[in-house]
T-cell receptor, first 115, second 115 residues
Framework: NAGVMQNPRHLVRRRGQEARLRCSPMKGHSHVYWYRQLPEEGLKFMVY????????ESGMPKERFSAEFPKEGPSILRIQQVVRGDSAAYFCASSPLNPGQETQYFGPGTRLLVL | AQSVTQLGSHVSVSEGALVLLRCNYS??????LFWYVQYPNQGLQLLLKYTSAATLVKGINGFEAEFKKSETSFHLTKPSAHMSDAAEYFC?????????????FGSGTRLQVQP
């Protein structure tokens, strides 16, 4: 059973470019979460999605960041007009639909470097 | 508001010695509690979780944690450290009854194992 897949694993962008990070949840999981790990900081929640719905985006920066989880295909975290402060590791996690199944399983992360 | 405190950003033990990593939570209702491990440049791997069943929880790689409501603690232990245990460890919570599913992480504890 394949785990959570993220690609690319490493992404280099210049200031002002767009970054697209992809996440495919574990088979049978319909909940996706995005977290950011800034250098020397802990992990911070960004957004929680189900298929075609954003459930909780309380951790998303108000500008330049967006996320989607379409009916078909992976979840996408999109960062427009990247700045150096966006350099971080971005982790995706997934969990099953069943109530009470709170455990989140993490992917390997995408490490974004903004030059 | 819920929060998680990990005492000690760095812990160093000798190989074969007891490992004790501390985690305290702040919540009027006992939350779901998790310990994750992160090896360098990798994602997070679930070590164990507490979801209101047994208060002593056994996880992978010989780790266990005990939920103590009176102390609002969920400390992680391992009787005998191995060199391969060197990694960063994160305690995390999900508050029950709010409908929120986002993990709130502690700041992490980096474990060093000396030969």
């Amino acid at each position: 059973n394949a785990g959570v897949m993220q690609n690319p694993r490493h992404l280099v962008r210049r200031r002002g470019q767009e970054a697209r990070l992809r996440c495919s949840p574990m088979k049978g999981h319909s909940h996706v979460y995005w977290y950011r790990q800034l250098p020397e900081e802990g992990l911070k929640f960004m957004v929680y999605l189900q298929k075609e719905n954003i459930i909780d985006e309380s951790g998303m920066p108000k500008e330049r960041f967006s996320a989607e989880f379409p009916k078909e295909g992976p979840s996408i975290l999109r960062i427009q007009q990247v700045v150096r402060g966006d350099s971080a590791a971005y982790f995706c996690a997934s969990s099953p639909l069943n109530p009470g199944q709170e455990t989140q399983y993490f992917g390997p992360g995408t490490r974004l470097l903004v030059l | 508001a819920q929060s998680v405190t990990q005492l000690g950003s760095h812990v160093s033990v000798s190989e074969g010695a007891l490992v004790l990593l501390r985690c305290n939570y702040s919540s009027s209702v006992p939350p779901y509690l998790f310990w994750y491990v992160q090896y360098p440049n990798q994602g997070l791997q679930l070590l164990l979780k507490y979801t209101s069943a047994a208060t002593l929880v056994k996880g992978i790689n010989g780790f266990e944690a005990e939920f103590k409501k009176s102390e609002t603690s969920f400390h992680l232990t391992k009787p005998s450290a191995h060199m391969s245990d060197a990694a960063e460890y994160f305690c995390a919570v999900i508050l029950k009854g709010t409908g929120r599913r986002a993990l709130t992480f502690g700041s992490g504890t980096r474990l060093q194992v000396q030969p």
